[in-house]
């Protein structure tokens, strides 16, 4: 099974702060990397697929890169509406969910 | 518009069975396949496996293999998640989501409540 991991696991950060999470895969993944918003009581949203590739919708400030083993999303500049716990999902063997970086009001 | 619509709430006994059901529509259901992904209260997202709805071929989690069961209903657009010999750690919000490469649309999910 890939076991995948997040850095950090908890950010503070502030209204217009540029933010970077980290995911990283225990083998690689090629670019089969996708990346989620997910707020309390709601669904995961998707945000982010094939590495680097913007969903349909998705504010242009969320941007991702990243290949093989290493992965980031990155945040330009943080909007109220981003406070909210993000996961990255691989989809190269099977399926798998890092344990997710929540980004709270510094 | 592509929605995924959910069954309602269960509780259920330990030792009991649950049948989580998805109803897709705004899309050609057999061109995708359906995904299963749990939740643990405050806790993060599990995969649980995934089936074509093309053919019906299935995937699962090695940890629930034996215990899980996919299917799906062609002719409803309607696809079925069952968890049998439900343990009490198997109490989390059940979602389905639509899977071409990666889970782009996702149901609203589904609270699963395990106990005695």
């Known amino acids: 099974d890939i076991q995948m991991t997040q850095s950090p696991s908890t950010l503070s950060a502030s209204v217009g702060d540029r933010v970077t999470i980290t995911c990283r895969a225990s083998?690689?993944?090629?670019?089969?990397l996708a990346w989620y918003q997910q707020k309390p009581g709601k669904a995961p949203k998707l945000l982010i697929y094939?590495?680097?590739s913007l969903e349909s919708g998705v504010p242009s400030r969320f941007s991702g890169s990243g290949s093989g083993t290493e992965f980031t999303l990155t945040i330009s500049s943080l909007q109220p509406d981003d406070f909210a716990t993000y996961y990255c999902?691989?989809?190269?063997?099977?399926?798998?969910f890092g344990p997710g970086t929540k980004v709270d009001i510094k | 518009q592509v929605q995924l619509v959910q069954s309602g709430a269960e509780v259920k006994k330990p030792g009991a069975s649950v049948k989580v059901s998805c109803k897709a529509s705004?899309?050609?259901?057999?061109?995708?396949?359906i995904s299963w992904v749990r939740q643990a209260p405050g806790q993060g997202l599990e995969w649980m496996g995934w089936?074509?709805?093309?053919?019906?071929?299935?995937n699962y989690a090695q940890k629930l293999q034996g215990r899980v069961t996919m299917t799906t209903d062609t002719s409803t657009s309607t696809a079925y998640m069952e968890l049998r010999s439900l343990r009490s750690d198997d109490t989390a919000v059940y979602y389905c989501?639509?899977?071409?490469?990666?889970?782009?649309?996702w149901g609203q999910g589904t609270l699963v409540t395990v106990s005695s």
């Open positions: 999902q691989q989809y190269n063997s099977y399926s798998s």
């Open positions: 083998q690689s993944i090629s670019s089969w």
């Open positions: 705004g899309y050609t259901f057999t061109s995708y396949g």
């Open positions: 989501a639509r899977r071409g490469e990666y889970d782009d649309y």
């Open positions: 094939k590495a680097s």
């Open positions: 089936i074509s709805a093309y053919n019906g071929n299935t």
